[in-house]
DNA sequence: CAAAAACCCATGCTATCCCATAAATATCCA
DNA sequence: TGGATATTTATGGGATAGCATGGGTTTTTG
């Protein structure tokens, strides 16, 4: 099972390619599909990056479901129908799509952030503004978290 | 077992060709049979596409019902009886019927629609809005796959 | 024999491949 | 340990192959 940690900011050329970090990129090495699966984020604007195996995790707990049923048809029309699959080239980039780069914001420096079994793409500016806002918050409201908590 | 994502759009030609995308070729390519099962959709006015070995799975799961109801000699009637194969060409085309272009509305695009072991294919105008639909169900009944998220 | 289906070839576009360079990191050896 | 050398990354750009698309030609088949 992949595990993607850190934050790496790599630059978008002008044929929409970025370098996947090598670190991110060894946690891929033993998929059948190299490269990464990426759709939108239901709540930020950002992209959520997940490893090939990962989606048929996915496929295998609609299997669940019954069959033409509209629940399964509805779950797999926004997580499996919004997605793209992006192959790594020789060494190692994907091309972004203009739809998916605009959504997230993406200008020139794009933001990997590892988070467990699966990853974030973030404009690197919105990326810093949002953790900027997100330390005030903390810091002016002085959230803590409860002692014995999960989250 | 082939694992069909994203969604890609294209056109038919005036004899009613179209190219099935070469992602999903791809996962096709281990088939026997080369090329795609299609059928009406029960709930849509979309085309439920399939690999032939699929077929199978559908067929295992029809034994669920008790042998000669009424209830599965309707699947199956709409199933196996109303579905075709479709051979691919030497560049990855197939022809569609044209009365299951009529019955999916298809007119110039057609969007082949990833769905994790399946795909539909829709008129791309007519996807839109029903893509509307889904992500409003799967929010507003908080859908979510059994053991765990994939958000 | 005629209509339709399958097959074959041509083309523009785009994605992919391939090579080059620079920067960063790691490795080696005195 | 420190400095020199090698390796890996990140990045850039040109060349190439594959894909989607279109149209013509042959081969079925009713």
């Known amino acids: 099972m992949a595990l993607f940690l850190s934050t790496h900011i790599n ?11 090598s670190q991110f990129r060894d946690q891929l090495s033993g998929e059948q599909f190299s490269g990464i699966v990426l759709f939108r984020s239901n709540t930020q604007p950002a992209l959520e990056g997940f490893a090939w195996s990962y989606m048929q995790e ?6 669940n479901f019954d069959l033409f049923s509209e629940a399964q048809d509805d779950l797999a029309m926004t997580v499996f129908g919004d997605s793209v699959q992006l192959a790594f080239d020789g060494e190692g980039r994907v091309v972004l799509p203009v ?15 590892g988070l467990g079994n699966k990853f974030q793409i973030w404009d690197a500016d919105i990326l810093a503004r949002r953790r900027e806002d997100a330390r005030r918050n903390v810091r002016e409201r002085g959230l803590t978290l409860p002692k014995g908590d999960a989250q």
């Open 99 to 113: 739809e998916l780069m605009e959504f997230a914001g993406v200008v020139e420096k794009a933001a990997f952030v």
């Open 58 to 63: 996915i496929s295998r707990r609609l299997e």
């Open 11 to 21: 630059k978008v050329d002008k044929k929409g390619r970025v370098s996947v970090p």
